[in-house]
């Protein structure tokens, strides 16, 4: 599962609410939509000690007194302070009454309000001028076989040269729970290596995994898995050519192209775009070393001068 705090990690001041708040995405996911209020209360509260903090405010009183003074000294812009109240209010609710009830909805509208909350507190106090992806429903991946995308290149060009300036972009199948979603991550990158050894090493290929990531978009408010050929077609409609020698040997998923374009290409299909703009690739635009252009063009050469039958 993807978070909706993703951009809070690496932020000096705004670490220490990222566990409450993806921890509070799980529960809406798993429907626990009751443990939401209580568990990111200490956020807000969090939040408006920091303010008054850096207003110079030597305070140790409660949360609700914290929002008085806020609120007296206009610290706070009015959407921010319902923001602050709201979540008090209803984090107090919870913890105080266990048989108090919060409504899918109740829980969904908590987390997208922390959502516009930690973008102001970074924006403000911590000088993010960076934007965020819009607030997503938190949902879990149910299916039981998930798809990975992936591009990789040969990692021996020496004794592989022609797979210089090329991408192969396929797919992985992965079964269990993917535990780190974040693009390109040491997780992906193994759970993808064993697919691609899988036929590779027949063919003595090295990979070099330049790209990895989560298969998975949301349509009309539902998520699913794509595969490799949406990617494949939408590199298609954007001109980016197959290449023509490896697809006569039937290695039809090697396009001459870049990682950066096949990086586009995968977001294209999650945004439902059937094409990108991007230049075509004429040739490799790998810096060889001399020894590997050396082999390089007595490579070509074989092939140029051998006899056609």
């Not at 076989?145 to 020496?158: G, M, R």
């Amino acid at each position: 599962m993807s978070s909706n705090f993703e951009f809070l990690k690496g932020i000096k001041d705004a670490e220490q609410f990222v566990g409450p708040l993806e921890t509070a995405e799980l529960m809406y996911a798993n429907q626990k939509y009751q443990q939401v209020p209580g568990i990111v209360r200490n956020v807000p509260e969090g939040v408006a000690r920091y303010v008054l903090k850096k207003r110079n405010h030597d305070f140790s009183g409660s949360f609700f007194e914290a929002l008085s003074l806020i609120r007296k000294n206009g610290y706070v812009t009015q959407d921010v302070m319902d923001i602050l109240d709201d979540i008090r209010r209803k984090g107090n609710t919870v913890l105080h009454d266990v048989n108090a009830q919060v409504s899918k909805d109740d829980a969904c509208e908590t987390l997208l309000n922390l959502h516009k909350l930690m973008y102001w507190f970074v924006y403000s106090y911590c000088g993010f001028r960076q934007s965020v992806p819009s607030f997503k429903e938190p949902v879990l991946y149910t299916t039981s076989a998930k798809t990975l995308v992936y591009s990789f290149t040969a990692d021996d060009l020496v004794q592989w040269p022609q797979y210089a300036g090329r991408q192969k972009v396929g797919k992985a199948t992965y079964h269990g729970e993917i535990v780190d979603t974040t693009p390109n991550s040491q997780f992906l990158h193994s759970a993808a290596l064993k697919r691609i050894k899988s036929y590779a090493g027949t063919m003595g290929v090295k990979p070099n995994i330049e790209w990895v990531e989560a298969a998975y978009r949301e349509v009309n408010g539902h998520g699913e898995w794509f595969d490799d050929h949406a990617v494949h077609e939408v590199l298609d409609n954007s001109n980016i050519k197959r290449d023509p020698k490896l697809v006569e040997g039937s290695a039809r998923e090697w396009y001459v192209t870049d990682v950066d374009t096949v990086k586009n290409a995968i977001a294209a299909v999650r945004e439902g775009k059937s094409f990108i703009n991007a230049p075509t690739v004429v040739g490799p635009k790998i810096k060889l070393r001399p020894e590997q252009q050396i082999a390089i063009d007595r490579t070509e050469k074989v092939f140029k001068t051998k006899k056609k039958w």
